[in-house]
């Protein structure tokens, strides 16, 4: 091969370079065998793309019953669910909002029993609440059930 100028040579070079990669990336394999599915960094991806429409969905859902001066907040996995030990002062009467977006249910629970009852949480969007009443230290957990995905949201305001 002779190239008339150095800007031919270069694009000579690029072609044969495409060539070769392309090449090594096709051959070596039967096309029948090609798998459609998607790469663990395209699925991670569409997953965190999930988490962050629902948990804009979720955190919209409970702005719309936003009431009292804001205590704890936060959005979790459905996977990992909720667990807080939050700071309340004994005596004073608390509202827990919760919403979880997203596919299945969720289980509210709080330690001491007597904070507040158990209470199923679907992951519909809409907004489950709870009237606390402090008179010891508790605990909020919130679990998915089985094969439950999205996102659940929740805050505490002080009414």
Excluded at 9 to 16: H, Q, T
Excluded at 42 to 48: F, I, K, P
Excluded at 68 to 90: N, Q, Y
Excluded at 102 to 128: M, N
């Amino acid at each position: 091969m002779t190239y008339s100028s150095p800007r031919a040579w270069l694009a000579g070079c690029a072609v044969a370079a495409s060539v070769i990669l392309l090449t090594s990336c096709t051959s070596g394999g039967d096309d029948s065998k090609a798998s459609n599915a998607p790469s663990s960094s395209e699925s991670q991806a569409a997953t965190g793309s999930s988490e962050k429409k629902f948990t804009k969905q979720a955190q919209a859902a409970l702005a719309t019953v936003h009431g009292g001066k804001l205590v704890e907040a936060g959005a979790e996995r459905v996977t990992d669910g909720i667990h807080t030990e939050p700071s309340l002062s004994e005596g004073k009467t608390y509202k827990l909002n919760l919403v979880c977006v997203g596919k299945g249910s969720a289980q509210l629970t709080f330690t001491p029993t007597s904070a507040g009852p158990k209470t199923e949480v679907p992951c519909d969007q809409s907004v489950v609440q709870q009237r606390i009443t402090v008179h010891k230290p508790i605990r909020i957990d919130v679990d998915g059930a089985k094969g439950s995905t999205g996102v659940i949201a929740w805050q505490i305001d002080a009414v």
